[in-house]
T-cell receptor, first 114, second 115 residues
Framework: DVKVTQSSRYLVKRTGEKVFLECVQD?????MFWYRQDPGLGLRLIYF???????EKGDIPEGYSVSREKKERFSLILESASTNQTSMYLC?????????????FGSGTRLTVV | AQTVTQSQPEMSVQEAETVTLSCTYD???????LFWYKQPPSRQMILVIR??????QNATENRFSVNFQKAAKSFSLKISDSQLGDAAMYFC????????????FGQGTELSVKP
């Protein structure tokens, strides 16, 4: 069964820490995405990538960066975690940029910044 | 920019009854896709149904069907014969035809099913 795996289900970090959220997919998908999910706001796109070493800003990139050194791995980086980054983070992948292939989501990482 | 709005934060339905979740969207594009996703407590996002904007026929998947009104920019989800397992957060989402794979989500509707 195809999978998108997020390294942690729950994470607690301190304010100011550098935080890495890892996402790995085994479907050879070109596209990978990071979303943030908050109650009443739905899912909002942080960053996405259409290919290795490529990245594009989504709707709320401030305070985040990403890395995609290998096709299967897409990392979200919180350079200096703040309490307003406490949220659920969802990774997703899909096929070619112009294809309508199905999105596959990870199970999410619930991050708490204290 | 495209937006998706779900105006019902919470909905409730009796088991075996029918419920309709609302979604409206705003876009200047003529070609796009619309989706309904289900997110149960396990957090796993599950695709419920998909609609291509160029198709006039409303999509159906077993007990799930949509009412797609392109002119009104409305995309509601009808769940028939509701089951306890339908209880979840439901998200409406939009995808542009020519802007790659980005999904734009609504705020979500939490559906509870009463036995």
């Amino acid at each position: 069964d195809v999978k998108v795996t997020q390294s942690s289900r729950y994470l607690v970090k301190r304010t100011g820490e550098k935080v890495f959220l890892e996402c790995v997919q085994d479907m050879d998908h070109e596209n990978m995405f990071w979303y943030r999910q908050d109650p009443g706001l739905g899912l909002r796109l942080i960053y996405f990538s259409y290919d290795v070493k490529m990245k594009e800003k989504g709707d709320i990139p401030e305070g985040y960066s990403v890395s995609r050194e290998k096709k299967e791995r897409f990392s979200l980086i919180l350079e200096s975690a703040s309490t307003n980054q406490t949220s659920m983070y969802l990774c997703a992948s899909s096929g070619g940029r112009w294809s309508i292939s199905r999105y596959t989501f990870g199970s999410g990482t619930r991050l708490t910044v204290v | 920019a495209q937006t998706v709005t779900q105006s019902q934060p919470e909905m409730s339905v009796q088991e075996a009854e029918t419920v309709t979740l609302s979604c409206t969207y705003d876009t200047s594009e003529s070609d796009y896709y619309l989706f309904w996703y289900k997110q149960p407590p396990s957090r796993q996002m599950i695709l419920v149904i998909r609609q291509e904007a160029y198709k006039q026929q409303n999509a159906t998947e077993n007990r799930f069907s949509v009412n797609f009104q392109k002119a009104a920019k409305s995309f509601s989800l009808k769940i028939s014969d509701s089951q306890l397992g339908d209880a979840a957060m439901y998200f409406c989402a939009y995808r542009s035809y020519n802007q790659g794979g980005k999904l734009i989500f609504g705020q979500g509707t939490e559906l509870s099913v009463k036995p």
